[in-house]
T-cell receptor, first 113, second 112 residues
Framework: DSGVTQTPKHLITATGQRVTLRCSPR?????VYWYQQSLDQGLQFLIH???????AKGNILERFSAQQFPDLHSELNLSSLELGDSALYFC????????????FGPGTRLLVL | GESVGLHLPTLSVQEGDNSIINCAYS??????FIWYKQESGKGPQFIID?????DKRQGQRVTVLLNKTVKHLSLQIAATQPGDSAVYFC???????????FGPGTRLSVLP
């Protein structure tokens, strides 16, 4: 158990819908990172927040957005969902903002029908 | 963006033997590299890391080697055990945390 929690574990929705994925970092960690893992693209970095502020952006679509709240939990919002958005979404946390030693959560499996 | 790749998508080794998993990276400016292990149904788990100013780092039963000349990273697992069966990813951090690039992964299968 990494100490990072993600909810929900599974999510099934329809195209065009919007969903919110939630992540709670390990106690004391200030950074949260979001990743998408799909069969054809592998693990892709989406976005990084440090202490409430966006630190770095990766391959995140404009339909996706994220935020980190004062209590340091983070949410990833996915809107206008398409079939190709079906994937595992992981968040990870780390103590500082360097990106080093990230601890991954168990992931949320999203299926868009 | 530039990518990190693995030479071998699958690797089968006998229990007790040593395993070597390789990775080629393309961004010579990357400053930090990590190996992750991902078991079925779980998130990636940090194994070992190495900074670009080092060429070798050892952990418990694992060693990471970095060859910057040929932009190659390897993970060595000593005395491979059934519990080591998983997919292993290399990852590079670019520009001091501005981007994280993962390789496609190598599946390690440990034979009894």
């Amino acid at each position: 158990d990494s100490g990072v929690t993600q909810t929900p574990k599974h999510l099934i929705t329809a195209t065009g819908q919007r969903v919110t994925l939630r992540c709670s970092p390990r106690s004391g960690d200030l950074s949260v990172y979001w990743y998408q893992q799909s069969l054809d693209q592998g693990l892709q970095f989406l976005i990084h927040y440090y202490n409430g502020e966006e630190r770095a952006k990766g391959n995140i679509l404009e339909r996706f957005s994220a935020q980190q709240f004062p209590d340091l939990h983070s949410e990833l919002n996915l809107s206008s969902l398409e079939l190709g958005d079906s994937a595992l979404y992981f968040c990870a946390s780390s103590v500082d903002g360097t990106g080093e030693t990230q601890y991954f959560g168990p992931g949320t499996r999203l299926l868009v029908l | 963006g530039e990518s990190v790749g693995l030479h071998l998508p699958t690797l089968s080794v006998q229990e007790g033997d040593n395993s070597i998993i390789n990775c080629a990276y393309s961004n010579s400016a990357s400053d930090y590299f990590i190996w992750y292990k991902q078991e079925s149904g779980k998130g990636p788990q940090f194994i070992i890391d190495i900074r670009s100013n080092m060429d070798k780092r050892q952990g418990q039963r694992v060693t990471v080697l970095l060859n910057k000349t040929v932009k190659h990273l390897s993970l060595q697992i000593a005395a491979t055990q059934p519990g080591d069966s998983a997919v292993y990813f290399c990852a590079e951090i670019e520009n001091y945390g501005q981007n994280f690039v993962f390789g496609p992964g190598t599946r390690l299968s440990v034979l009894p």
